[in-house]
């Protein structure tokens, strides 16, 4: 027995090996969206599949504005300043301690004790200090801030009286201080210290007014009054405050034709067919609100748009006040410690790295949800190109069974005639010769020949 070669030397459960370049996998999944129109009379219901298009239209161009003007904001949202850091409390300790206070003096005397020096001065000092609690657990980074850290500026009056004669008309009854780092890239420990003292001699209480001005990293103003009244608060940003109008306008129904929301079956935009909207046409345009009362007087008008807002709202917006604090200097203590505290709100700079992180997560989640939202579309459209495929094939099917019925002997002759034409079609490859083709009166002769073959090739995908 001759050997087997070896390249056909296999076992029985062996199987040929595949070709490295195989052709790519074709996907036979339907496609189609669009219902042919000889259906639209046959099935009923079909014009609100029609309906449901026209709106998908509309609802991708209004998509499509506000992801411009959605990437728009995100560029001017994206500034530093825009974002929110750490908050925390500043609490402020506002204090005084004397010494050598004839009291003190004398209390020493009774116990005791040995005067340090008898004709020393008696003097008193006035401290403001600070530090802050952070509202969160991890409150690593802000340990190392110092009191100094938080403001933009702090300012103690000493206000004379007939006990001082010497203060009259004095300097140094005014002592201030500023912080004129505006740039937040600086170190913020540039600038260090936890209190700030002010010695003066005397044994008398006197009146003093400290003004605190707290540093701002963020863009919040101060409201005027009316405002204040509106919002409840006394400090917003401008983006803030267009979100709370908007809110209102919404709960009080004051947004123009709000009856083109609801007289479509689906989510539609009159006007939006020339993928253009007149912006002049104010009673065509759903950013036109209404003004009531209340928003009449804060806007001094009767009709507004929504980009017009930051304009309007201008006048209502004010620098931020320091905090004003009056104290009394008591001699008559060693100290009075804890009787004056305040707690200030504070936000810290913002930490950019944390902040890019933050974002970066933001957009992962959104693209995530983007995706997961785009595969549910991606099925749907799966399901209805499915459903269109099952109504074509049921319309072939009925045209087949009626034209069958309606004339059963000259339906199928013209079916046999067509049959024999696709055989004819099928076996005319027999016995072709270059020769004949190559002349054009073939071409004449068998044009129909030639023209069902192509539909028939184009047909069966064989080329």
Known sequence: MPPIPQGQQ??????????????????????????????????PNLELYQKLKEAEKDVDILISRKALDFQAIQQKTIHPLNFKGETGILRVFVYNTNENQPWQKQLQQEQGKQVADPHAESTWTLRVEGRFLSDSQDNSESEAFKFSSFLSGISIDIIPNDDYPALQNSLSNIIEWRNDTGDLSRNINSASFDGLDIKRSGIFNINTK??????????RLKLSDEMSQ?????????????????????????????DNLTKVPAVSSSGLHDGTINQDADNEDLTVAQADSVLKSLLKVDTFKFTDLYKLLQPHFKPRAPILIDYEVNTRKST??????????????????????????????????????????????????LGIVSLQNANLREDFYRSLSDDPVKFIEQWLESQAETLKALKSDEGYDEEIVRRAQYFEENESLIRDKIDLLLGSNRF
């Open 210 to 219: 400290i003004a605190i001005l707290v540093k701002s990293h963020s863009a």
């Open 230 to 258: 509106f919002t409840g608060k006394h400090e917003s940003t401008q983006q803030e405050l267009i979100y709370m109008i908007w809110q209102y306008v919404l709960y009080k129904n004051l947004i123009r034709k709000t």
């Open 336 to 385: 009075t410690l804890g009787e004056v505290v305040l707690d200030i709100p504070i936000e810290l700079p913002l930490n950019l790295s944390k902040v890019q992180k933050e974002l970066l997560n933001f957009n992962k989640l959104a693209f995530d949800n983007l995706t997961k939202a785009d595969g549910i579309i991606q099925k749907l459209n799966s399901r209805i190109a």
């Open 10 to 43: 296999f076992g029985a459960n062996a199987k040929p090996r595949q070709h490295a370049a195989a052709a790519p996998v074709v996907s036979y999944t339907p496609t189609e969206t669009v219902i042919p129109p000889t259906l639209y009379h046959k099935v």
